[in-house]
């Protein structure tokens, strides 16, 4: 029976009865072929083009070992060719160790003549395997915890869990986060004092540098002091209260909660169920005239401060002022000067 060679590293098998007397020598041959596909280390230089790795049965060569150191000079992205194993396509499945030590800062790829292969970042180290059609990246997961002593530089990072870091995370490019972010130390960089110095405007107003002149949003919620030269909402001012003219008989609105109605003709109604409690609506009788505020249908107006239950219509008085507080929608207090 004659000698054949594994598939995948190409490692004579002696047939039954051959090399009589030479067998030692084979033998010694193979165990120093395992040790260069256990721990051989080989240096492939590249030259702006597709490097084959050379493949021989029986002896030494480029495709066996285990590191692929590999330089020389690219000016693009070209591809290692690891060869078939003996069996032509499908087969001289291979694990390897390949340093991209180019220069010109270009990736090279890694794979059989065809198939998917692996691209390697100049400058980067990766582990890869080949299954006699396809080239896989060896390290695409961790089984436990996974420790980075020094730094940590990626292309992009993906976490659908928590994601803790103890020391400092330096991050050059733009960061996402579609939950709550939890910063308990420092956050400094370049980046951010830029940021900073000169912030982007917030609810479409433009700022000044170092400050927000101007915080537009439906709510805002500080645990401390919030201060400026002005503090509005979507009536005005808070410290002002906006007064609305009217020069003929008025129904209050919903929008009126908070501000001042002028009224010189016609008088005002308060109307039920169109303000919430807690709103608050003031009356100024702005003419020389009485001005009578009428209690809606469906309204109970009660009159502050009277010795027994007093509800319906009110006057006010020439240049008096009044104030209802809602208690519901359906209830209200008036109290003021000039109110009878």
């Known amino acids: 029976m004659a000698s054949t060679y594994t598939s995948s590293l190409q490692i004579q098998q002696i047939g039954n009865g051959e090399q009589s007397g030479t067998w030692g020598t084979t033998t010694n041959t193979n165990m120093a072929l395992v040790d260069q596909a256990v721990a051989g280390a080989v ?25 692929l150191e590999v330089v020389g000079t690219n000016s693009g992205v070209y591809q290692i060719i690891v060869p078939y194993g003996t069996g032509g396509a499908g ?15 270009y990736a090279i790829t890694i ?80 980046g951010i004092a830029a940021y900073m110095a000169s912030p ?44 609305e003219a009217k ?22 109604t308060v109307p039920a169920s169109v303000f919430a409690a807690n709103n608050v609506v003031t009356i100024y009788n702005n003419s020389g005239s009485t001005q009578v505020i009428t209690q809606g249908s469906g309204l109970t107006l009660q009159f502050a401060g009277q010795p027994t239950s007093t509800t319906g219509n009110r006057n006010l008085s020439l240049y008096g002022i009044a104030t209802v507080l809602f208690l519901s929608p359906t209830s209200a207090v008036i109290t003021g000067a000039g109110l009878y």
């Open 247 to 268: 020069s003929t008989a008025y129904v209050l609105q919903a929008s009126d909660n908070g501000q001042c109605i002028s009224i010189t003709t016609g008088g005002v």
């Open 43 to 67: 240096t492939i230089t590249m030259s702006n083009a597709n490097r084959t790795l050379t493949q021989t049965n029986g002896t030494s060569d480029e495709a066996r070992n285990m590191v």
């Open 111 to 190: 794979g059989y003549a065809s198939g998917s292969t692996v691209s390697i970042p100049n400058g980067y180290i990766a582990t890869v395997f080949g299954d006699g059609t396809n080239f896989f990246s060896a390290n695409t997961t961790s089984a436990g915890a996974f420790n980075v002593n020094g730094t940590l530089t990626a292309s992009g990072v993906a976490d659908v869990g928590n994601m803790s870091v103890g020391g400092t995370l330096g991050v050059t490019g733009a960061s996402t986060f579609t939950g709550a972010a939890a910063l308990n130390g420092t956050v400094s960089g370049t």
């Open 200 to 243: 982007p405007a917030i609810g479409g107003t433009a700022a000044a540098a170092g400050t927000f002149t101007t915080v537009s949003a439906s709510s805002v919620s500080a645990s401390g002091a919030v201060s400026g030269a002005s503090v509005s909402d979507t009536i005005g001012n808070v410290r002002n209260i906006p007064i």
């Open 91 to 105: 087969t001289g499945s291979k694990m390897y160790l390949v340093s991209n030590n180019t220069t010109g800062g």
